[in-house]
């Protein structure tokens, strides 16, 4: 079954950067969600989106802006990079519209490192 | 904050059965249990998620108390490959498009 793609996998920029990481949902998923998760902590929300419009907003800083476009893939774009934004980025989708509970399926993240 | 509680890490014996219990004594009417699991560093892995039946699907059974104030996750037949972060998380359904709060989770250890 297909599943929640997440590009880059990988990525390394220097401080004061920015950076772009887009997420492919589930095919007829209309939900997108980013969540953060530094080295030894738990994944924390940031940002979703239900249907191209923002749904949800956690603690995601101002340097951070996200977007979900008419084909429901996303990007999360990140400027003024700083040392502690290095972390792993997931994304997940859900079906919210087909009456799912809101299982939310997690994409393989994308490890980012600033220097 | 996490509206759940978990045991910080669990052993259990390859083979036996993992019963990994949570706390959820302020759960809401219309928020359901799920579960995942994080296996090193992966993507959270759906596991199951129920409301006030117990479930049960081909990776593990839900049991949730009467008072639905706690759940108890079972693998009924642990292997190395189930060692992961297991995260219990209370939401509710047809939210459209509301986060997940993962708190500390339990660390299961599957040992040979």
């Known amino acids: 079954a297909a599943g929640v793609i997440q590009s880059p996998r990988h990525l390394i920029k220097e401080k004061r950067e920015t950076a772009t990481l887009k997420c492919y949902p589930i095919?007829?998923?209309?939900?997108v969600y980013w969540y953060q998760q530094g080295p030894g902590q738990d994944p924390q929300f940031l940002i979703s989106?239900?249907?191209?419009?923002?749904?949800d907003k956690g603690s995601i800083p101002d340097r951070f802006s996200a977007q979900q476009f008419s084909d429901y893939h996303s990007e999360l774009n990140m400027s003024s990079l700083e040392l502690g934004d290095s972390a792993l980025y997931f994304c997940?989708?859900?079906?919210?519209?087909?009456?799912?509970?809101?299982?939310?399926?997690f994409g393989p993240g994308t490890r980012l490192t600033v220097l | 904050d996490a509206k759940t509680t978990q045991p910080t890490s669990m052993d259990c014996a390859e083979g036996r059965a993992a019963n990994l219990p949570c706390n959820h004594s302020t759960i809401s009417g219309n928020e359901y249990v799920y579960w995942y699991r994080q296996i090193h560093s992966q993507g959270p892995q759906y596991i199951i998620h129920?409301?006030?039946n117990n479930e049960t699907n081909e990776m593990a059974s839900l049991i949730i108390t009467e008072d639905r104030k706690s759940s108890t996750l079972i693998l009924p037949h642990a292997t190395l490959r189930d060692t992961a972060v297991y995260y219990c998380?209370?939401?509710?359904?047809?939210?459209?498009?509301?986060?997940?709060?993962f708190g500390p989770g339990t660390r299961l250890s599957v040992l040979p």
């Open positions: 989106f239900y249907e191209k419009m923002q749904s």
């Open positions: 129920g409301l006030k």
């Open positions: 997940a989708s859900s079906y919210i519209q087909g009456g799912s509970y809101n299982e939310q399926f």
């Open positions: 095919p007829r998923h209309d939900t």
């Open positions: 998380i209370a939401a509710p359904a047809r939210n459209y498009g509301q986060n997940f709060v």
